[in-house]
């Protein structure tokens, strides 16, 4: 590792963010009819048509216009479109009657389907928070705090710890199996990890701080693996372990076998999600102001299994996911697995100082630039055959989205500038 190295690779991640990534989005996402974000778009970046706005894809927009201007990027034009986007999700999305937002509008903003999923609020507390980070704009923290207390009123799990997920427009719980009202998963407390992280950040109260240590503590003690430290996908309501199962109301094109049910339903594990944890983890703990030293060796686990399972050195980039114990189930390639690990791998870099991950992170960077990015389009590809041919081929839908292509080109550029300033 030289500095000229780095250089290169930041140089390119800095033209690709400001000359490609964020202008496909800030051209075409604004719906100056309704309000909100278009977000369907083909190969070629048309507009597709399809009549809805989704909760995730609504407040993922914002958080990615807002913590791109909170690094310094767009000139006030991010701010000014993460604007349009609160507007939309308050006014709109947000139920005056029973509290919280609603899953599913169309274009017009009319209500499709009125589900309260916590997969989508973890993501309306870390986008509204980071918000009012970004722009100082006081409803952000306002409404991601109504949103947290919510979440401690209907869905924490004041038995066995943690959160339910999954509810009907009046916060009941949904009924088991496929509703999902008898499961609970990484995906979702993960995310509520990040969510806290950046409400804590926003607030500073203590009670925001409280649950985050709570969240992080299960996320340590029921979640990952206990020897291999990975993540394990899904749990009934007392962390045992549970088949991983597709739910009714998906929150992502899941590629599940017809049954709905993962042919190897209770060991598998996602690479993405492991380096994205890991590296959501050592960010909250610098939130926090906790030192990260007694978990190096956590963090040198989690990274060397993603290394060694989920690199594919022969033709690059980041395999979807294989067993606990090492190997690998499926060698596509999806394009949020190879954003996280980029974050992830050059914190690994810092953290524990071998050219390992170093090679690594080079692997999945030529990858993604290679093969992953859309070229003269600009966005990327969701999902990739092993020796990446592009499988499908949208550019955005309401389940892929610009947060994880822009948050890793934003984090991935911070990183490679501190690796500069230190080399």
Not at 171 to 184: H, V
Not at 407 to 416: G, K, M, P, T
């Amino acid at each position: 590792m030289n500095q000229q190295e780095i250089n290169g690779l930041k140089q390119e991640a800095e033209f690709h963010l400001n000359h490609e990534l964020l202008p496909f989005w800030t051209s075409r996402m604004k719906d100056t009819i309704n309000g909100g974000f278009i977000t369907h778009f083909d190969q070629k970046g048309n507009d597709t048509g399809e009549d809805e706005k989704s909760l995730i894809a609504q407040t993922r927009c914002i958080y990615t216009l807002a913590s791109a201007h909170r690094a310094g990027y767009g000139a006030g034009q991010l701010a000014d479109l993460a604007r349009h986007g609160v507007d939309f999700l308050i006014n709109k999305m947000w139920d005056t009657t029973h509290g919280g937002f609603y899953w599913m509008m169309n274009r017009k903003g009319e209500v499709m389907i009125d589900s309260k999923i916590i997969y989508g609020h973890s993501f309306a507390i870390y986008s509204l928070s980071e918000y009012t980070l970004a722009t100082g704009d006081p409803r952000g923290r306002a409404y991601a705090e109504k949103v947290f207390d919510l979440l401690q009123k209907y869905c924490a799990d004041t038995r066995y710890g943690g959160y339910w997920e999954m509810f009907h427009r009046d916060w009941t719980l949904c009924g088991p199996g496929s509703q999902g009202g008898d499961r609970k998963t990484l995906d979702v407390h993960m995310h509520l990890m990040e969510a806290f992280t950046t409400l804590y950040e926003c607030t500073g109260l203590e009670v925001h701080r409280r649950k985050l240590l709570e969240d992080i503590e299960l996320l340590l003690d029921k979640i990952i693996h206990p020897v291999y430290k990975t993540g394990i996908p899904q749990f009934y309501k007392d962390w045992t372990v549970a088949p991983q199962i597709k739910f009714d109301i998906i929150w992502g094109w899941d590629r599940f076998s017809e049954e709905g049910q993962k042919g190897n339903a209770t060991d598998n594990t996602c690479y993405g999600h492991n380096a994205e944890f890991a590296w959501l983890l050592l960010h909250a703990l610098e939130i926090l102001k906790i030192d990260p030293a007694p978990y190096l060796e956590l963090f040198r686990i989690i990274y060397d299994h993603t290394v060694d399972n989920g690199i594919d050195t022969e033709y690059g980039g980041v395999y979807v996911e294989g067993p606990h114990s090492g190997g690998v189930y499926d060698k596509e390639k999806e394009f949020w697995q190879q954003a996280e690990v980029l974050i992830g791998l050059l914190d690994a870099v810092k953290l524990l100082k071998s050219d390992k991950y170093w090679d690594a992170y080079q692997n999945v960077h030529r990858f993604v630039y290679d093969k992953v990015v859309n070229k003269g389009v600009g966005e990327w590809y969701p999902l990739l055959s092993r020796k990446g041919d592009p499988i499908w081929t949208h550019m955005g839908h309401s389940w892929k989205i610009n947060y994880h292509t822009v948050r890793a080109a934003v984090q991935s550029i911070q990183r490679l500038d501190n690796l500069i300033e230190k080399h």
